[in-house]
């Protein structure tokens, strides 16, 4: 069985392809672990598999675009969870409690004209 979902952070939009197997986890066609050099992206995107006690069970294919690393293995994290619960209902539970089912929303602020940034202003001369 192939379970596909969506993921998104920030600007990033990544798609989970699960199916049992052996663990391998391949983002855009690479290993996870040279996609994301950083430690703590690793385990962002493990910590779906490790709250549910799943690591080594499935193969995962991502397909990730838009945004950075951080915004990028955030959304393949909640694509992961989000497949896991469709293969086991069950598993929902503790994704829950670990808060991994939650879609972060915030997003840059837009800027705005006559500011510098989105809120910060010229600084205000009084003379």
Known sequence: M??????????????????????????????????????????KVEAPLKTTDTVGKFDISVNVFGGGTKG???????????????????????????KLLRRDARKVERKKTGLRKARKQEQFSKR
């Open 72 to 98: 990028q293995a955030e959304a393949i994290s909640l694509a992961i969870a989000r497949a896991l619960i469709i293969d086991n209902p069950e598993k929902r539970p503790p994704l829950k409690k670990a």
């Open 2 to 43: 192939d379970t596909v979902t969506v993921g998104r952070r920030k600007a990033s939009v990544a798609r989970a392809f699960i199916r049992a197997g052996a663990g391998e986890i391949t983002i855009n066609g690479k290993e996870y672990k040279k996609y994301f050099a950083e430690e703590y992206l690793q385990n």
